[in-house]
């Protein structure tokens, strides 16, 4: 059976690893194995959600291939920046690879982020990753938003809060970009709404609120995760 999420580490974006994904070529590799890194990454997490309670993926190059969409290439190259930056390390057994997925906090540092909402029903293929070429800054700026949102959402509530400010501080974009970013989100599936509230005084807006697919599964009341 699918999970409706699946717990993720959030550590690396707490701690502004996140940053260091840019659409640019530079030593952590060409700006599509950024992309793909965050895709697989999402990818193993989900896989992970299918036995609580371990960090360890047994999967191969084709089912991740399957699953999100992209080439066997971009999926050697974005495990090699998963590797690089310490969100996962890679225990090769023959022709076979199990992922560990790494956490550096004793505590906490941890999201959630859907999976049933997203997945097809023979849990194959994340459908949002259809819409993704890996040709596009704003396909990564996506990506990124996508899981800060889920960082830094308050465990009791359904919506992410977040100002275009502090979206703009987390992931390093300019509110162009993020503003592109979020109506991709919306697009391809991965954002169900967004809304704006207003101040006790009525005057001053207070930060969006974010509703992820998949949202209703989320909060503390809705733990229940089948």
């Given amino acids: ?12 974006i707490q701690d502004k690893v996140i940053q260091s994904l840019t659409w640019r070529n530079n030593d952590l590799g060409r700006p599509a194995s950024k992309t793909a890194a965050l895709m697989i990454y ?3 997490t989900m896989k992970s959600s299918e036995e609580p309670g371990t960090s360890l993926v047994k999967i191969t190059y084709n089912k991740l291939s399957e699953m999100t969409g992209i080439s066997r290439e971009l999926i050697r190259e974005g495990i090699q920046v998963l590797e690089k930056l310490e969100m996962i390390s890679v225990e090769r057994v023959g022709r076979n690879s199990i992922y560990k997925l790494i956490n550096k906090r004793t505590k906490g540092g941890w999201c959630k982020i859907p999976v049933k909402p997203i ?6 293929l994340i459908i949002p990753f259809k819409e993704l070429r890996l040709r596009k800054k704003i396909e990564l700026h996506a990506i990124k938003i996508f899981l800060y949102l889920a960082s830094v959402r308050e465990n009791h ?9 502090t979206i703009r501080s987390a ?21 169900a709404r967004v809304s704006s509230e207003k101040g006790e005084d009525n005057k001053v807006n207070q930060p969006n609120r974010y509703y992820l697919i998949g949202y209703k599964s989320f909060a503390k009341s809705s733990e229940r995760n089948l």
Wanted: glycine residues 6%; charged residues 20%.
């Fill in 1 to 12: 059976m699918i999970p409706r999420w699946a717990p993720m580490y959030s550590w690396w």
């Fill in 42 to 44: 999402i990818a193993i």
């Fill in 119 to 124: 997945m097809t029903e023979d849990g194959k």
């Fill in 157 to 165: 509530t359904e919506y992410s809060m977040a100002s275009y400010e």
């Fill in 171 to 191: 992931i390093g974009a300019s509110d162009k970009d993020i503003s592109r970013a979020l109506t991709l989100l919306t697009i391809i599936g991965l954002l």
